[in-house]
């Protein structure tokens, strides 16, 4: 007890070993930590000096300035110089992808090797990025933009006379609802449009979750956007659109990303840096490019219905979209969930038919859990997913109107016909149905008319600002007051104190190499190293709690505002009238054109060969697999036409001739499979012959279903009976 109680000198220095270990390591990371930081800021101010400021890990080349347009806007096409040990077929599509002006820079669908350009420049594509610099041009909108976006394409599509089809576009984040607009009004000028993390249906999404969709109503509107954009001498700040993001994971904003970069300075200091080097490019906006998209998308959700009117008077209806249309989202993206990226299909179509007889396409992929920003940067996302979409991109354009779920499989031993898949993953293209994206949750009535009320309070509020307070606000700014709010603003500031340009850190950089020459990281399993984690996850657990009280009382509060029957009769709505947002119906000459379409297909059903024969037979006894469309399939079918002899088609060609038969098959199913026989009158070859490539191709992913199996038996008779006529 003794000896407990007056431990020796020995003693003592051994319990305090790893109080001292912690303590030279703790203060050691501490060093670290700033000087971390004054590089964050130096960064921040090297980017803000430069005229175009981005992230893009390739070399590229402008090749089309938008200031230099008719109408002057802030983007710009850029070609992707491919790395010396990149082989790109010129024949093959370009992909051009377009990245967010949310608040950032540019450059974030090319951040590193393994990113969406990057596994495009791997399958040989060309590449092409659309970036913007961080001031607009004086007058432009939205509308100029999107202008802007088809004079590019026309240009990439000039560059490009070797390849028949049309460029693959990639839109990121908010430049997913700009490159949906582009694609309505602009349909010949693109090709598969992949909508990365878009949000398209604003008001969508389920109760206890997703709560950046109730800031508007809670924000009393657009007047604030106005407003800010006012003080901003007519430029919004693009820094709070980077703090209403941050603001949903207070944990990981105030403390998670800046603990992992203390607690892990030896290994993650480069990363944080990476990434900070995108997320603090602050970019502005106009304040007429930020109304607009506040009044007409974040409060108003009205791309959806058809409820957009441009400047030059048309309507964008995104029915008239003719390519295949990939949505891309996450159930762990708190920014855009997946019913905010895939509510617009059911807000404007009834069924999938009303699908089909549009020649739409649509093809969505959820993720299971990564976050919103992991959906452009994260590296397993682009080995996966991206890479799946540019390998497969020829099989989903030529996908029939319809829609349908991406499912990717990692491959194995047990994976047939292993040869026929390209990667590690093999893509099957499924079937759905409308109740499949109504099953992801979404609005009742009464949810949607508050919503409609929060819009119709929105409008009220930001007349009165324009017709009171504005004159005021917008008389007492200027640039040199703009310039000084800018900088202040909270996320701007973090980056102008922490840098060289503070006194305080010049002698930080000579410390802290001194600090990495003598660098002694405490033990794993030190005590007090152990206790000052299990308080950063109690500070994070903390975080996240107020996270949740917040967001519940403010979903709360939303909802007990917004669904008072006084504040909706005074808005103008009532339930009785029925949802406050309508399909959008078709006009009678759309009607018209399509039974027109209809009746013209029926009128070809016999016109054809064994080409005709060969597809159609092929859709139908796929159509017993659940109508899945397997690459391996598809790859097997270009393999046995091009050993056939068949004439090699263009795919736009061929495409048109497979959504003919699809067609054909789902108009009037008996007709077009009694007709095989006599297109394969006018097949020069053997008939059996045919059939036989009709089975290679379905057996490409295993063993047909026994209903498979029938169908193949059936074909099999009518190839062969043809036979037997002509012999006869």
């Known amino acids: 007890m003794s000896a407990q109680l007056n431990p020796t000198p020995a003693e003592n220095a051994g319990m305090n070993l790893p109080w001292n270990e912690y303590m030279t390591d703790s203060f050691q990371r501490t060093i670290l930590f700033w000087d971390t930081m004054r590089r964050r800021g130096n960064q921040y101010h090297e980017s803000m000096a430069k005229k175009s400021p981005n992230v893009l890990h390739f070399d590229y080349e402008l090749i089309v300035n938008g200031r230099s347009l008719e109408e002057p806007v802030n983007y710009g096409l850029a070609r992707i110089i491919p790395p010396k040990d990149s082989q790109i077929d010129p024949g093959k599509?370009?992909?051009?992808?377009?990245?967010?002006?949310?608040?950032?820079?540019?450059?974030?669908?090319?951040?590193?090797?393994?990113?969406?350009?990057g596994m495009a420049l791997r399958q040989g594509h060309p590449c092409y990025a659309v970036g913007f610099t961080p001031t607009?041009?004086?007058?432009?909108?939205?509308?100029?933009?999107?202008?802007?976006?088809?004079?590019?394409?026309?240009?990439?599509?000039?560059?490009?006379?070797?390849?028949?089809?049309?460029?693959?576009?990639?839109?990121?984040?908010?430049?997913?609802?700009?490159?949906?607009?582009?694609?309505?009004?602009?349909?010949?000028?693109?090709?598969?449009?992949?909508?990365?993390?878009?949000p398209l249906s604003y008001w969508a999404g389920v109760r206890?979750?997703?709560?950046?969709?109730?800031?508007?109503?809670?924000?009393?509107?657009?007047?604030?956007?106005?407003?800010?954009?006012?003080?901003?001498?007519?430029?919004?700040?693009?820094?709070?659109?980077?703090?209403?993001?941050?603001?949903l994971n207070p944990a990981n904003t105030l403390w998670d990303?800046?603990?992992?970069?203390?607690?892990?300075i030896d290994s993650e200091e480069e990363r944080y840096l990476e990434f900070e080097r995108w997320w603090d490019t602050h970019v502005l906006?106009?304040?007429?490019?930020?109304?607009?998209?506040?009044?007409?998308?974040?409060?108003?959700?009205?791309l959806s219905i058809g409820g957009i009117v441009t400047d030059d008077k048309k309507r964008i209806d995104?029915?008239?979209?003719?390519?295949?249309?990939?949505?891309?989202?996450?159930?762990?993206?708190?920014?855009?969930?997946?019913?905010?990226?895939?509510?617009?299909?059911?807000?404007?179509?009834?069924?999938?038919?009303?699908?089909?007889?549009?020649?739409?396409?649509?093809?969505?992929?959820?993720?299971?859990?990564?976050?919103?920003?992991?959906?452009?940067?994260?590296?397993?996302?682009?080995?996966?997913?991206?890479?799946?979409?540019?390998?497969?991109?020829?099989?989903i354009d030529c996908m029939p109107p319809g829609l349908y779920e991406i499912v990717i499989e990692k491959t194995g031993s047990g994976t047939v016909n292993l040869d026929l898949v390209e990667g590690d993953y093999v893509t099957r293209i499924e079937k759905r149905t409308l109740d499949d994206i109504r099953a992801l949750g979404g609005n009742n009535l009464d949810e949607e008319l508050s919503f409609a009320t929060a819009n119709r309070v929105s409008q009220a509020n930001y007349g009165l600002y324009r017709s009171t307070l504005q004159p005021l606000v917008q008389a007492m700014s200027s640039e040199i007051t703009a310039k000084y709010i800018h900088n202040l603003h909270p996320l701007r500031l973090s980056y102008e104190i922490f840098s060289d340009r503070n006194p305080l850190f010049q002698k930080l950089p000579q410390i802290a190499e001194t600090v990495r020459e003598k660098r002694t990281p405490a033990a794993a399993d030190n005590p007090f190293r152990i206790g000052e984690e299990l308080f950063s996850s109690w500070m994070s657990y903390s975080l996240n709690s107020w996270r949740d009280w917040r967001d519940t009382m403010t979903e709360t509060s939303f909802f007990a505002i917004y669904s008072q029957p006084w504040l909706q009769a005074l808005a103008g709505l009532k339930t009785s009238d029925g949802p406050p947002r309508q399909h959008p119906g078709l006009d009678p000459g759309h009607l018209a054109m399509i039974k027109l379409r209809k009746r013209e297909l029926l009128d070809k059903i016999t016109v054809g060969s064994g080409r005709e024969a060969m597809l159609r037979a092929l859709l139908y006894a796929n159509e017993a697999d659940g109508d899945a469309a397997d690459e391996r399939k598809f790859a097997m079918l270009h393999r046995v036409m091009q050993a056939r002899h068949f004439a090699k088609l263009p795919l736009a060609e061929f495409k048109r001739i497979l959504r003919e038969q699809y067609f054909m098959l789902l108009l009037d199913p008996k007709q077009a499979l009694a007709t095989i026989p006599e297109l394969l009158q006018n097949h020069k070859g053997s008939p059996e012959k045919l059939y036989e490539m009709v089975e290679e191709i379905i057996y490409a992913d295993g063993s047909p279903p026994a209903a498979g199996k029938k169908r193949l038996a059936r074909l099999k008779k009518l190839f062969s009976a043809d036979k037997e006529k002509s012999m006869s």
């Open 318 to 395: 995104l029915r008239n979209i003719n390519s295949p249309i990939i949505c891309f989202c996450s159930r762990g993206d708190n920014i855009t969930p997946p019913q905010q990226a895939l509510g617009w299909i059911v807000d404007l179509y009834d069924s999938v038919e009303d699908i089909q007889d549009s020649g739409q396409t649509i093809i969505y992929a959820i993720h299971d859990h990564i976050g919103h920003l992991g959906i452009f940067v994260g590296t397993g996302v682009a080995l996966k997913e991206h890479s799946e979409f540019a390998s497969n991109i020829d099989l």
């Open 285 to 302: 906006l106009n304040s007429e490019e930020i109304q607009y998209i506040v009044d007409n998308l974040f409060i108003g959700n009205r």
């Open 136 to 198: 607009p041009e004086p007058g432009q909108t939205i509308d100029k933009v999107i202008r802007a976006m088809a004079k590019f394409l026309e240009k990439v599509i000039e560059l490009h006379p070797v390849s028949s089809e049309k460029p693959v576009i990639i839109g990121n984040c908010q430049a997913g609802w700009a490159v949906m607009m582009l694609a309505a009004l602009h349909p010949d000028l693109c090709g598969p449009i992949i909508a990365a993390g878009a």
């Open 93 to 117: 599509r370009p992909f051009v992808v377009i990245d967010p002006r949310a608040g950032h820079g540019p450059g974030i669908g090319g951040f590193k090797s393994d990113s969406e350009i």
């Open 257 to 264: 990303k800046q603990y992992n970069l203390y607690a892990n």
């Open 208 to 247: 206890g979750a997703n709560p950046m969709r109730y800031s508007g109503g809670m924000l009393g509107g657009s007047w604030l956007t106005a407003m800010t954009s006012d003080l901003g001498n007519g430029h919004f700040n693009g820094s709070w659109l980077v703090h209403n993001f941050e603001n």
